[in-house]
């Protein structure tokens, strides 16, 4: 838990996002939005699908998807102003002192590579390890991750593992460079309760051993509960609260998130769930409902907002590796670096999925 002593490790201040939206018309994805993770806590940030919650992931570290582009704001990690760095300062950050963990583990890894080789890359891209040093560091966090063979399953590629196996092997991928900050984008919603649970406490572990910040991104107040220090709920681009978990649960400001609560089931036995009508509850002409209104204190054209494919296709890592078809080699566009500073199919994916 933090205390008012913990430093800052992570400054969000004023960021805003923005979409086009014909010509000479942008529209806010990340709306002024402000905040701190401390050294050591987890701040969960919640919120409806499409409230913003991955762009705002996204935006801190400058992967979002064209046309998209963050047009204000200022990010510092450990006192240092990310928004000054160029693109190679920033790739040098992402993976190195940021790690990802995305819902679905098959947006960062790799499936024609061995999970080890992936995380040994890694290792070697940020300067870690090397060879022989680099693998056997990989078999250590894949043991760190709790899997229960490291040393086999790093000689697996990503599709012989279980779903709650291949989360861990992202996990492993996230924190191998060693991060200071970790952001989980919905790092257990595509698991069942059980491994959701094994992940959210394995995540816990390595938080308090490693002294990891983590943003922790989820709709599910349930894992809020379990998982987070502080909570900020975003709606409609905005963080419209933010509070400690405790004081949140028992004593909600804002009328969204008195929704947001009100809409978990168990919490008012015998009585029917509240539905929310959410940013996209609107009038056929566009208006929003009053109660949407109400919410967000002030009306937005939101719902407008299209979903604007990536540009990028899949790009894939072109070196030559063990286990690596070599006759799909020149059919690919050449590589790019995602959030773990490998060359990964990552930004597309991401892409893919930034629609929610
Ligand atoms: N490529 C895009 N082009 C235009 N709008 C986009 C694009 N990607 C996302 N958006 C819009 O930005 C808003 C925020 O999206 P975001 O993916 O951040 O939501 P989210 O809170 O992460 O939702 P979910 O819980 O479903 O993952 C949504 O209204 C979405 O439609
Ligand atoms: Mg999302």
Redesign the pocket.
């Known amino acids: 838990m933090k205390s008012p002593s913990d430093p800052v490790r992570l400054r969000v201040e004023r960021l805003r996002?923005v979409?086009p939206?014909g010509p000479g018309h942008d529209?806010p994805?990340?709306d002024d939005v402000s905040f701190d993770v401390g050294a050591g806590e987890t701040l969960a940030?919640v919120?409806?699908?499409?409230?913003?919650?991955?762009?705002?992931?996204?935006s801190i570290v400058r992967l979002?998807?064209?046309?998209?582009r963050v047009v204000a704001g200022r990010v510092t990690l450990d006192g240092r102003d990310l928004t000054a760095l160029d693109e190679a300062g920033m790739r040098a950050v992402r993976g190195r002192r940021i790690g990802f963990v995305f819902?679905e583990p098959m947006a960062a890894l790799d499936p024609l590579y061995t999970i080890g080789f992936q995380l040994a890359e890694t290792i070697a891209v940020h300067g870690l390890a090397r060879g022989a040093a680099a693998g056997r560091r990989a078999v250590e966090m894949l043991e760190a991750v709790r899997l229960p063979d490291p040393a086999r399953q790093a000689r697996e590629y990503p599709h012989q593992l279980s779903g709650g196996q291949r989360q861990r092997a992202m996990i492993a991928l996230a924190l191998c460079a060693e991060p200071s900050l970790v952001i989980a984008?919905?790092p257990t919603s595509a698991l069942d309760v059980t491994v959701q649970a094994e992940i959210l406490d394995l995540l816990g572990d390595l938080r308090r051993r490693l002294q990891l910040s983590l943003l922790l991104?989820?709709?599910d107040l349930g894992v809020v509960a379990e998982a987070a220090d502080r909570v900020a709920v975003?709606y409609?681009?905005r963080i419209v609260e933010e509070a400690p978990v405790a004081r949140l649960f028992a004593a909600p400001a804002h009328p969204y998130t008195r929704g947001l609560l009100a809409s978990l089931p168990g919490t008012r036995p015998g009585r029917r769930l509240d539905a929310m009508p959410g940013?996209?509850a609107r009038s056929r002409r566009g208006a929003p409902r009053p109660s949407t209104r109400a919410a967000s204190g002030r009306p937005r054209s939101?719902?407008s907002?299209?979903?604007?494919?990536?540009a990028a296709s899949c790009t894939i890592p072109n070196d030559a590796s063990p286990g690596r078809p070599r006759d799909s080699a020149a059919r690919r566009p050449p590589p790019r670096q995602g959030v773990s500073g490998r060359r990964t199919r990552l930004v597309p994916a991401i892409?893919a999925?930034?629609?929610?």
Request: net charge neutral.
């Open positions: 996002t979409f939206e529209v994805v990340v940030l919120g409806e699908s499409g409230s913003g919650k991955t762009l705002t992931a996204l979002v998807p064209a046309p998209g819902q984008d919905e991104i989820t709709h975003m409609a681009g940013p996209g939101l719902t907002r299209r979903i604007i494919a990536p892409g999925r930034a629609g929610g």
